[in-house]
């Protein structure tokens, strides 16, 4: 039970950290952190990230 809540409340830290990624993706990509990297590739095809990442259409008013 500790594991399952320690990892449930790390998992945001993890999005917040793939999202801050994603806007310097190249950057990021260029650096000697090869583990980091390969975590974060992981992380990004891993069923809980893909679960949070679906996109949506924009609201509109009067829609639905």
């Given at each position: 039970m500790l594991v399952a809540r320690h990892s449930q409340e790390h998992s945001g830290d993890a999005l917040r950290f793939a999202q801050a990624h994603q806007a310097g993706g190249a950057w990021f990509a260029a650096q000697p952190w090869p583990h980091l990297v390969g975590w974060l590739a992981r992380f990004?095809?891993?069923?809980?990230?893909?679960?949070?990442?679906?996109?949506h259409l924009p609201w509109q008013a009067g829609a639905g």
């Open positions: 990004e095809a891993s069923a809980l990230y893909q679960s949070v990442m679906q996109k």
